[in-house]
């Protein structure tokens, strides 16, 4: 098993502002994920976190947007920058220990942009 | 690309009654896993059905996986307000090794 610690675990923010989310998770482990999650609705992949190289983009997220950090095998940050109130949601990370196996997830961080 | 399509989105029972949500592959699913996520909280993984036809329990909890392993079901017996939330099924095959969600049964208990 894997223990994600997530944060901040909730904050509002003002439009034109970045925040940084912070991923650290108890063992070393290959595949990261970030996931957005609207209100109600499932998990989209925003990009796979790579250690040493850049990350993985989804359509639909760009890296200006969504840069993200993975300095080491138990860490990685995304940052959501210059805000809007569209990018209000819960912003989850992910890992898997390999592939087809369990995701294990960090307990989100609810944003709200005002 | 791949889908994972999940029914109902909503549902909503008294408590004691069953309740069950089905999730359909666009393809042929080397496995499928279920997600529990209540309100506020974050998905947690309840099981991963990988053969064909396999049936596994879980107290009340009763998950299949179709003979084709493109559909597959979570039948709860009996609820109860404690399994209030979201119930997620997920597929591999994400372009970059990630699991694709169905959108989610939200589940609500009436006691």
């Known amino acids: 098993s894997a223990v994600i610690s997530q944060k901040p675990s909730r904050d509002i923010c003002q439009r034109g502002t970045s925040l940084t989310i912070q991923c650290q998770v108890d063992s070393q482990v290959t595949m990261m994920f970030w996931y957005r999650q609207q209100p109600g609705q499932s998990l989209t992949l925003i990009a796979t976190a790579n250690q040493g190289s850049e990350a993985t983009y989804e359509s639909g997220f760009v890296i200006d947007k969504f840069p993200i950090s993975r300095p080491n095998l138990t860490f990685s940050t995304l940052t959501v920058s210059n805000m809007s109130p569209e990018d209000s949601s819960i912003y989850l990370c992910?890992?898997?220990?390999?592939?087809?196996?369990?995701?294990?997830f960090g307990q989100g961080t609810r944003l709200t942009v005002v | 690309g791949q889908q994972v399509m999940q029914i109902p989105q909503y549902q909503h029972v008294q408590e004691g009654e069953d309740f069950t949500t089905y999730c359909n592959s666009s393809t042929t699913l080397s496995n499928i896993q279920w997600y529990k996520q209540r309100p506020g909280g974050h998905p947690v993984f309840l099981i991963q059905?990988?053969?064909?036809?396999e049936v596994k329990k879980q107290k009340r909890l009763t998950f299949q996986f179709g003979e084709a392993k493109k559909n597959s079901s979570l039948h709860i017996t009996a609820t109860q307000t404690t399994d209030v939330g979201t119930y997620f099924c997920?597929?591999?095959?994400?372009?970059?090794?990630?699991?694709?969600f169905g959108k989610g049964t939200k589940l609500s208990v009436k006691p």
């Open positions: 059905l990988v053969k064909s036809g």
């Open positions: 997920a597929g591999p095959g994400g372009s970059q090794g990630n699991l694709i």
């Open positions: 992910s890992v898997e220990q390999g592939v087809n196996t369990e995701a294990f």
